[in-house]
């Protein structure tokens, strides 16, 4: 989803339960898509990419999926654990682009 | 190999001070950015260098903003007179080649002005 401000979406989740983080992203022409994770105090950290002729992409534990109709990106993690608790940012850029387009951010908590 | 370098982590200065923020790609990647981020938001572009073409400074927010990259290697971003509402965390970024590749971040440095 998406938000101004201070109010970032926020998604809890139980451990062990897979998470599902979801981005509308802006620019129909846009040709890749990154997840990062940020954790406090740090720089965001690289999860996951797809490029725009796939529509899914499988990493360790995490799966991304892209919806061009509708502009829709997701990102789900499995078997959540404490550590994936974290701000996780979409973001898109153009195939030759020079910057990315990031979205507001979702903040994933994780029960223990 | 090491990963992108930010000096210093954290800055506090005055209202109306100049500050420097420094940053050191990973070694090889030609491409190099600056982004800025507020408190609870997200990510906001500022300025991107390639190899020796000119920069694309169109996120710059004002001309107290500039940057520049020596030796295609080290950039600096100067933020002059600064402003209260200049404070936030900048990160800096660096790929391979171009922004459709994977961007590896620093730490970033958190200004505070005061």
């Known amino acids: 989803g998406e938000s101004v401000g201070l109010h970032l979406p926020t998604l809890s989740v139980q451990e062990g339960d897979n998470s599902i983080i979801n981005c509308a992203y802006s620019n129909s022409a846009s040709d890749y898509f990154i997840w990062y994770k940020q954790e406090s105090g740090k720089g965001p950290q690289f999860i996951i990419d797809?490029?725009?002729?796939?529509d899914k992409r499988q990493g360790q534990r995490v799966t991304v999926l892209l919806n061009k109709t509708v502009k829709h990106l997701s990102l789900q993690i499995a078997a959540t654990q404490p550590g994936d608790s974290a701000v996780y940012f979409c973001?898109?850029?153009?195939?030759?682009?020079?910057?990315?387009?990031f979205g507001a951010g979702t903040i994933l908590r994780v029960k223990s | 190999g090491a990963g992108v370098s930010q000096s210093p982590s954290n800055k506090v200065t005055e209202k109306g001070k100049d500050v420097e923020l420094r940053c050191d790609p990973i070694s090889g990647h030609t491409a190099l950015y600056w982004y800025r981020q507020s408190l609870g938001q997200g990510l906001e572009f500022l300025i991107y260098?390639?190899?020796?073409?000119?920069?694309?400074k169109s996120g710059l927010p004002s001309d107290r903003f500039s940057a520049e990259r020596t030796g295609g290697s080290v950039s600096t971003l100067t933020i002059q007179r600064t402003q209260q509402e200049d404070s936030a965390v900048y990160l800096c970024a660096s790929s391979f080649s171009r922004g459709s590749e994977t961007q590896y971040f620093g730490p970033g440095t958190r200004l505070l002005v005061l």
């Open positions: 973001a898109e850029t153009l195939e030759y682009g020079n910057k990315l387009v």
């Open positions: 260098f390639q190899g020796n073409s000119a920069p694309d």
């Open positions: 797809i490029r725009s002729n796939m």
